[in-house]
């Protein structure tokens, strides 16, 4: 089996082809890097990843290994097939974006998910009038029994990874988020590379 390793930089964004029964490996080479997660259909990019539909088909507010991403028609896009971290992987955050920088205070440009997703797609000759909603894998926000949200450093190790399985044709969308703000990604608020597997 051949395999296609790939670096995701820091802050930066990709996204790759997967065929059918192919599998993407995430790997975390220093435990604290949030990579927000997108998948589109490469017969109708109007097709995407929708949390709202996979937490339903899951019944489940985070996303754990034998568990499936499911597009806004209701069709199984991944399956997460392996994961060495503790499980935690958020579905209910917005990808960060501009907006979200002014409002940390932050002046001028800052790199975003959102310019990361939409840069990435560009690059297939995709465009989108939107940001579909983001699998967060590694990203730790824990829910409270009231329903309040934190936003902690992620629980993953170095070297942990997830894998999925692509179950149709799809584009992987990828962003090593940016984030230097607030502690998502980890508490030195660095945003650090991800290695990317496609076998």
Sequence with gaps: MTSRRHILPAGQGAAFVLKAQETATLRNPYGTQVVDTWALSLSDPLEYSAMEHTRSVNSNLFLERGMCVMS??????????????PGR?????????????????????????TDNFHEAIAEHGISLLFTPASLNVFMNVPVADDGALDRLPPVSKPGDHVA??????????????PQDVTPINGSDHTPRDIEVDIA
């Design 72 to 85: 806004i028609q209701r069709r199984t896009m991944m399956t997460m097939t392996e994961d060495t971290t």
């Design 89 to 113: 992987h958020d579905t209910l955050l917005c990808p960060c974006n501009a907006a979200i920088y002014r409002e940390l205070g932050c002046k001028g440009h800052h790199r975003s998910c």
């Design 164 to 177: 999925f399985r692509a179950e149709m044709d799809l584009l992987l969308v990828l962003s090593a988020c």
